[in-house]
């Protein structure tokens, strides 16, 4: 009698999650509004971008057919953002809406040409003109202010370091140390020099 009740209730209790789960199932996402930006390499507006919003599955597309760069009610969730140009500029994102309110500013790469890999040709380099005695923990981050990339790479040598695989605009370089940032610089590069090169000779950090 008592193996019975116990199994009884065992199965109550499956019972209850099964229909608990079916109904949070059943429960409509909450819905978004994403509003996008569209800016060159160096920050500067780009007029009629066209966006292109598509689904975690990338077959649901949820883009605004009257080229708004505002899209209401969209379901949270993953999806893939693109965003174009006239000129063939391009910039991609793979975003999560999890808010009421999402804000954008996508930077779009300059057009690369016929090439079949993408773009970036570019690099920038740097030393240090007082470098540490000991540079086993020290590495650079370069990271693009408008376009959406991010390359790093260790400090080698008396202190120096060379990132490449950039495309023209405005980046951020970051000196750590460990987890530590030591050094924040902003670098403007184009086609006019194939290498950026830095010198530094003093660490400075953003004023807090």
Same mark, same amino acid.
């Given at each position: ?25 059943? $429960? ?9 930006? &569209? +800016?060159?390499?160096?920050?500067? &507006? ?10 975690? =599955? ?5 883009? =605004? ?25 391009? *910039?991609? $994102? ?7 309110? +999402? ?11 016929? $090439? ?12 240090? !003109? ?6 086993? =923990? ?20 008396? *202190?120096?370091?060379? +990132? ?21 610089? $902003? ?12 010198? !530094? ?8």
């Amino acid at each position: 009698m008592h193996n019975r009740l116990a199994c009884l209730m065992v199965l109550f209790e499956l019972s209850v999650l099964v229909q608990f789960s079916q109904l949070q199932a059943q $429960r409509p996402l909450p819905l978004a509004t994403l509003h996008v930006e &569209a +800016v060159d390499p160096f920050g500067g &507006a780009i007029r009629e971008p066209r966006i292109k919003l598509l689904g975690g =599955d990338r077959n649901t597309d949820l883009s =605004d057919r009257s080229g708004k760069t505002t899209i209401s009610g969209i379901p949270y969730g993953r999806y893939s953002l693109t965003v174009t140009d006239k000129g063939g500029g391009l *910039g991609e $994102r793979e975003i999560v809406v999890n808010t009421r309110e +999402v804000w954008l500013r996508v930077g779009l790469a300059f057009p690369s040409g016929d $090439r079949a890999w993408p773009g970036g040709d570019l690099s920038i380099s740097g030393d240090l !003109i007082s470098p540490p005695p000991n540079i086993k =923990d020290w590495w650079v981050r370069v990271e693009g202010v408008f376009l959406h990339v991010s390359r790093e790479s260790p400090l080698v040598g008396p *202190g120096k370091f060379s +990132v490449g695989g950039l495309e023209m605009g405005t980046y951020l370089v970051e000196i750590f140390e460990g987890s530590k940032l030591q050094h924040v610089q $902003r670098v403007e590069i184009d086609s006019k020099a194939q290498d950026t090169h830095l010198s !530094i000779s003093h660490m400075q950090l953003p004023v807090k």
